[in-house]
């Protein structure tokens, strides 16, 4: 039986793929309708991230992003300030990214993506929350 990489014309093995091109050509006539979709999503989240780190997460500071879906958030002030990624790795089962691996500065920070659905976010956040409520943070 042949694969599919034995039926593909040679020339087509090293450059963009025909595919590729038609799919990015369909993007940008009609992808604006999704891509508004997305991006209202994205503001949401962000929203729900304030909202719940204002209300669930005494002592830590949000930072929105300016233009993407990765936002900080600040544990200096609390009792997981020392390294909070794993603090919630351990507790809450979250995957955060460290901000000590962004460089100086970024001890005591975590960087959050929250381009998910807005179901997941908030469990995501639920999590974090009640990890920190029984450290006796809340």
Known sequence: MDTLTERVPLEATYATGHLGVLAAIAAYRRGG?????????????????????????????????????????????TSVRDDPAAFFLEEARIGLSPGHTFGAGGEGFVRLNFGTSPAILAEILERMGAALSARGEA
Request: glycine residues 4%; aromatic residues 12%.
């Open 33 to 77: 309708p999704w891509l508004d979709q997305v991006r209202d999503l994205i503001a949401r989240n962000s929203q729900d991230v304030h909202r719940a780190v204002s209300a669930e997460m005494p002592g830590v500071r949000y930072a929105p992003p300016a233009s993407s879906y990765l936002g900080w958030l600040d544990f200096s002030e």
